[in-house]
């Protein structure tokens, strides 16, 4: 089984910290993704990566950026936390073959509050 | 570019009652259609996916979904839920084209009544 883990479930920062999120799978995957999700907006796509450095803006990537060092892990950074950064943020994988058709992993999710 | 609605924000259903749940797209290209499931504390999974051929698709847990070209929809659907069905489901599409990322829905939670 594909196994997608997330460093923290829960976090609380306060505005202005720099904030990491983590994120590791074990499958091997060549892309990781990295949404939010808000109550009645879904998923919104922030950042996703197809190959180690190699990083792609999303949606809504203003005041996010990501680092991808190794193949396995995909982190999510905010430079200076918002309260509008509050949310439920996922972290995703795929095999790698064809972006657009390949079912996504995701994992557990972070909730984080920003104070 | 590509959209997707999901009608319902919330659907509430008795046991072993079947269930629709809508999504309905729009697309400029051929697409690639998603449902994926969350359950509580959890993170998304797979139901089904439709990528070519049959315009049936079934997925796990019983679930199958129909796509239609002609109304831009594909609905989701079970003859009979059971209480562990209870979650949010999300509908995605794609495009074909290299430059397509995938959109999500803003979601319906299903909630199972005994």
């Known amino acids: 089984d594909v196994k997608v883990t997330q460093s923290s479930r829960y976090l609380v920062k306060r505005t202005g910290e720099k904030v990491f999120l983590e994120c590791v799978q074990d499958?091997?995957?060549?892309?990781m993704f990295w949404y939010r999700q808000d109550p009645g907006l879904g998923l919104r796509l922030i950042y996703f990566?197809?190959?180690?450095?190699?990083?792609e803006k999303g949606d809504i990537p203003e005041g996010y950026s990501v680092s991808r060092e190794k193949k396995e892990r995909f982190s999510l950074i905010l430079e200076s936390a918002s309260t509008n950064q509050t949310s439920m943020y996922l972290c995703?994988?795929?095999f790698g073959t064809g972006v657009r058709e390949e079912t996504q992993y995701f994992g557990p999710g972070t909730r984080l509050l920003v104070l | 570019a590509q959209s997707v609605t999901q009608l319902d924000s919330q659907v509430p259903v008795f046991e072993e009652a079947p269930v629709e749940l809508r999504c309905n797209y729009s697309?400029?290209?051929?697409?690639?259609l998603f449902w994926y499931v969350q359950y509580p504390n959890q993170g998304l999974q797979l139901l089904l996916k439709?990528?070519?051929?049959?315009?049936l698709v079934k997925g796990i847990n019983g679930f199958e979904a129909e796509f239609n070209k002609s109304q831009t929809s594909f609905h989701l659907r079970k003859p009979s839920v059971h209480i562990s069905d209870t979650a949010e489901y999300f509908c995605?599409?794609?495009?074909?084209?290299?430059?397509?990322?995938?959109?999500f829905g803003s979601g319906t939670r299903l909630s199972i009544r005994p």
């Open positions: 995605a599409v794609t495009g074909y084209s290299s430059a397509s990322k995938i959109i």
């Open positions: 439709y990528l070519s051929g049959s315009t």
């Open positions: 990566s197809y190959d180690v450095k190699m990083k």
């Open positions: 499958m091997d995957h060549e892309n």
């Open positions: 995703a994988s795929s």
């Open positions: 697309s400029s290209v051929s697409v690639y």
